[in-house]
C-alpha cells in the first residue's frame, strides 16, 4: 500500500478531479493511469509504477477538498522487471503438449513449470479462488489461483487478493506451479506461488474493435484481440516457408538483388523516385520488378535460382493491390511454356495440401483449406477475347491497332475502356470480360506480343497473330501466377523494348520517321548482358500477398501484410506525430 502523499499538490489536485469526473470504475482507472504515465507525476519513482485499483466516489464532495490517503487504495508493481533464466520456463504450446494425456481431476505434482503470457480472461470465485487465461501465440492455457495453497507455502494472507486487485486484462505474467486438468476437463496450471507481472497494460484491451479507422492506425491491437488477424499473420509465414521449401528442394538457390538502383525495369510500372546522400546528382528509384537483375545471374552462370522479396510500384490501391508488395520470382535454365505450367500445376497441388493440413491443426478461425487437383483448364486469350467481341481482332501489330481495336468495339455495342494504348486496352478488356469467369484454376495462355516485351514470341498458327510464349494462372478470378519463356536474344530483346517505348510515349513509327529510339539506360544494360549469351529460360513470377488472400480468405490486401496497405501505414505515421 502506498499513500496518495507520494504525490505533489497539483497532481493530488488532478487525481481528485479525475475521481469527480469518472462515472464508472473502469473510466477511474484509465484516467488514473493516464496520469500515472504523465511526466509530471512524482508517484513515478525508478522501477516502480503506482496504480489505482479502487474506485472511489467523492461525487458529494466539494471541489475543494482533496481526497484523503485513507479513501485511495494503490498497489505497487515493478515496471517491466528483467527475467531471469529458468530452466522450468516453457511456452504454452508445450505445455498443452505434454501434459494432454492428464485426465479430469488429476494433476502431476513432480512436474514444476513456468509458464509466462498474457491475460486473456480473469473469473474471480470468491476471495481465495481466481481463474486467468494466458495465451502465448495461439495457445492458451488457465492459471488456477487458490489463496489457501499459496498461503500454505508461508504466503502473506492477503497477498492473492492484493494481486487480483491489481490485475487487468492484458497484462503479462508468470507463473510457477503443476500441472492439473481441472474437472471440467480443462489443462490447467496449478500456481504455487502469486504470480509475478511481467509488463502492464496502460490501456483497455476492448473485446473487439468496430471502428475501421482504429483498426487502420492500430495494427498490432487489432492483432492482439482478433484471432482470425493473428492466424492470417502466421499463415502467411507457413506459405513463405512452404515455397522456400518447395524450390529448395529441385534444387532452387536463394538470392538477394538490388531494390535501390539508378532506374527500375523488368516492368511496365510507374517507379517511386529519391535520391542517395552520395550521389546526389543522381535520380534513383526504387526495383518495381526483381526480374532484370536475376536474369543477369542466369547469364553468369547459375541455372536455377529464385527471391522472395518486395517490389514497389507508384500507382493505385485496392482490394488487390498495394504500392509495397512481396513477390516470389524464380528461373529456371532450359526450361519451356510446358515446364513452366507442370511445375505451377506441381506446386498448387502440393500447397493446397500443406495448407489444408496447417488450418485443420492450428488455424480454428480461417475457413477451410483449398485442394487443387491438375491438370488446370487453359484458355487462349486472342480467341478468348474474340468470342467476348464477336468477330475477329485486328492485326495487333499494325501501328493503327489501338484505333482499330477500339472502332470494333464500339460497333460491337461494347463500352471501350479507358486505356492509353493498345496492351492497355487488352488488359482491360481481359480484365473485364475473361478473368472475372476463371473461378476454378485456368491458364490463360498466348497473349498477345504487344503485351509482353519480355517473353518469347512466336506467330500463332490459329489466329496468325503474334503472341507470347506465357501463360498467367488465375484462380477466383484473380491472378496467382505470371510466367513465360524469356526472350534471350539480344537483338529481338532491344525491338522489344523500342516498341514498348513507341507505343508508351505515342512517339511515331521508327520506319516511317528513320529516326533511331533509345532505351532506358536499366533496359540497354540489361541487352548488353545479354550479349554474352543466356540459356533458354523459363521465369515464374507468384505475388504473395494475393496467394495468402487466397489461401486465407481474406478479402483485401491489408489483411494479409502486416500493418495493412500503404494507406494504413500512412496514417499511423501521421497519428504517431501528433
Known amino acids: 500500500m502506498v499513500s496518495v502523499s507520494t504525490y505533489d499538490f497539483?497532481?493530488?489536485?488532478?487525481?481528485?478531479?479525475?475521481?469527480?469526473?469518472?462515472?464508472?470504475?473502469?473510466?477511474?482507472?484509465?484516467?488514473?493511469?493516464?496520469?500515472?504515465?504523465?511526466?509530471?507525476?512524482?508517484?513515478?519513482?525508478?522501477n516502480k509504477v503506482?496504480?489505482?485499483?479502487?474506485?472511489?466516489?467523492?461525487?458529494?464532495?466539494?471541489?475543494?477538498?482533496?481526497?484523503?490517503?485513507?479513501?485511495?487504495?494503490?498497489?505497487?508493481?515493478?515496471?517491466?522487471?528483467?527475467?531471469q533464466k529458468d530452466d522450468r520456463a516453457i511456452s504454452c504450446q508445450d505445455f498443452t503438449k505434454l501434459f494432454q494425456s492428464l485426465s479430469a481431476g488429476q494433476s502431476n505434482l513432480q512436474s514444476i513449470i513456468l509458464l509466462r503470457g498474457r491475460i486473456a480472461a480473469i473469473r474471480v470465485a470468491?476471495?481465495?479462488?481466481?481463474?486467468?487465461?494466458?495465451?502465448?501465440?495461439?495457445?492458451?492455457?488457465?492459471?488456477?489461483?487458490?489463496?489457501?495453497?499459496?498461503?500454505?507455502?508461508?504466503?502473506?494472507?492477503?497477498?492473492?487478493?492484493?494481486?487480483?486487485?491489481?490485475?487487468?486484462?492484458?497484462?503479462?505474467?508468470?507463473?510457477?506451479?503443476?500441472?492439473?486438468?481441472?474437472?471440467?476437463?480443462?489443462?490447467?496450471?496449478?500456481?504455487?506461488?502469486?504470480?509475478?507481472?511481467?509488463?502492464?497494460?496502460?490501456?483497455?484491451?476492448?473485446?473487439?474493435?468496430?471502428?475501421?479507422?482504429?483498426?487502420?492506425?492500430?495494427?498490432?491491437l487489432e492483432n492482439l484481440i482478433n484471432a482470425t488477424s493473428m492466424e492470417r499473420f502466421r499463415l502467411r509465414s507457413d506459405v513463405i516457408s512452404f515455397v522456400r521449401s518447395f524450390l529448395q528442394g529441385k534444387q532452387f538457390m536463394e538470392v538477394e538483388t538490388p531494390i535501390l538502383a539508378g532506374s527500375a525495369g523488368g516492368a511496365m510500372a510507374t517507379p517511386f523516385k529519391t535520391q542517395a546522400t552520395e550521389f546526389?546528382?543522381?535520380?534513383?528509384?526504387?526495383?518495381?520488378?526483381?526480374?532484370?537483375?536475376?536474369?543477369?545471374?542466369?547469364?553468369?552462370?547459375?541455372?536455377?535460382?529464385?527471391?522472395?522479396?518486395?517490389?514497389?510500384?507508384?500507382?493505385?490501391?485496392?482490394?488487390?493491390?498495394?504500392?509495397?508488395?512481396?513477390?516470389?520470382?524464380c528461373y529456371q535454365a532450359f526450361a519451356n511454356l510446358e515446364d513452366l505450367i507442370g511445375f505451377t500445376e506441381e506446386f498448387f497441388s502440393l500447397l493446397g495440401t500443406f495448407i489444408e493440413s496447417q488450418i485443420k491443426k492450428h488455424y480454428i478461425h480461417l475457413p477451410p483449406g483449398k485442394t487443387f487437383s491438375p491438370p488446370f483448364a487453359r484458355l487462349s486469350f486472342i480467341p478468348a477475347l474474340e468470342k467476348v467481341i464477336g468477330q475477329k481482332l485486328p492485326d495487333l501489330s499494325n501501328p493503327s491497332s489501338m484505333e482499330d481495336l477500339a472502332n470494333l468495339i464500339t460497333s460491337k455495342g461494347l463500352r471501350v475502356p479507358k486505356a492509353s494504348n493498345v496492351a492497355q486496352l487488352l488488359d482491360s478488356l481481359a480484365s473485364e470480360h475473361i478473368e472475372p469467369k476463371l473461378q476454378e484454376p485456368t491458364f490463360l495462355i498466348h497473349h498477345p506480343a504487344i503485351m509482353s516485351p519480355l517473353a518469347k514470341s512466336f506467330v500463332d498458327p490459329e489466329t496468325g497473330q503474334e503472341v507470347t510464349?506465357?501463360?498467367?494462372?488465375?484462380?477466383?478470378?484473380?491472378?496467382?501466377?505470371?510466367?513465360?519463356?524469356?526472350?534471350?536474344?539480344?537483338?529481338?530483346?532491344?525491338?522489344?523494348?523500342?516498341?514498348?517505348?513507341?507505343?508508351?510515349?505515342?512517339?511515331?513509327?521508327?520506319?516511317?520517321?528513320?529516326?533511331?529510339?533509345?532505351?532506358?539506360?536499366s533496359d540497354e544494360n540489361y541487352c548488353h548482358t545479354l550479349e554474352l549469351g543466356m540459356p533458354p529460360t523459363g521465369g515464374w513470377g507468384c505475388g504473395i500477398d494475393r496467394l495468402v488472400m487466397l489461401l486465407s480468405g481474406a478479402e483485401r490486401i491489408s489483411q494479409v501484410r502486416a500493418f495493412g496497405s500503404l494507406r494504413n501505414i500512412v496514417g499511423l505515421s501521421r497519428e504517431s506525430t501528433r
Open 469 to 521: 510464349a506465357r501463360a498467367e494462372l488465375f484462380i477466383e478470378g484473380r491472378e496467382i501466377v505470371n510466367a513465360y519463356e524469356e526472350e534471350n536474344s539480344p537483338f529481338d530483346q532491344r525491338q522489344k523494348l523500342v516498341q514498348q517505348k513507341v507505343m508508351i510515349e505515342n512517339l511515331p513509327n521508327t520506319q516511317a520517321t528513320g529516326e533511331e529510339i533509345k532505351i532506358g539506360e
Open 50 to 83: 503506482l496504480l489505482c485499483r479502487r474506485f472511489v466516489n467523492t461525487q458529494s464532495r466539494t471541489q475543494r477538498q482533496l481526497p484523503r490517503a485513507s479513501e485511495l487504495v494503490f498497489e505497487s508493481f515493478p515496471s517491466c522487471p528483467r527475467i
Open 280 to 329: 546526389p546528382e543522381w535520380e534513383m528509384a526504387l526495383r518495381i520488378a526483381p526480374e532484370l537483375w536475376l536474369k543477369r545471374i542466369i547469364i553468369s552462370g547459375v541455372d536455377r535460382l529464385y527471391e522472395i522479396g518486395p517490389s514497389f510500384r507508384n500507382e493505385g490501391l485496392d482490394k488487390s493491390h498495394n504500392p509495397e508488395f512481396t513477390i516470389c520470382e
Open 10 to 46: 497539483e497532481d493530488t489536485e488532478r487525481l481528485w478531479i479525475i475521481e469527480n469526473k469518472a462515472s464508472t470504475q473502469q473510466t477511474f482507472r484509465r484516467m488514473t493511469r493516464r496520469l500515472l504515465l504523465s511526466s509530471n507525476c512524482n508517484a513515478l519513482k525508478k
Open 126 to 220: 470468491g476471495s481465495n479462488l481466481a481463474f486467468i487465461d494466458i495465451v502465448q501465440g495461439l495457445d492458451s492455457v488457465q492459471i488456477i489461483l487458490d489463496a489457501k495453497k499459496i498461503e500454505s507455502n508461508d504466503a502473506e494472507s492477503d497477498q492473492v487478493p492484493r494481486f487480483l486487485r491489481g490485475l487487468k486484462r492484458g497484462d503479462i505474467i508468470s507463473a510457477i506451479g503443476s500441472p492439473l486438468r481441472s474437472t471440467k476437463g480443462s489443462l490447467s496450471l496449478s500456481a504455487q506461488q502469486v504470480p509475478q507481472v511481467l509488463a502492464l497494460a496502460f490501456h483497455d484491451l476492448p473485446k473487439e474493435i468496430r471502428d475501421k479507422e482504429l483498426i487502420a492506425r492500430n495494427w498490432p
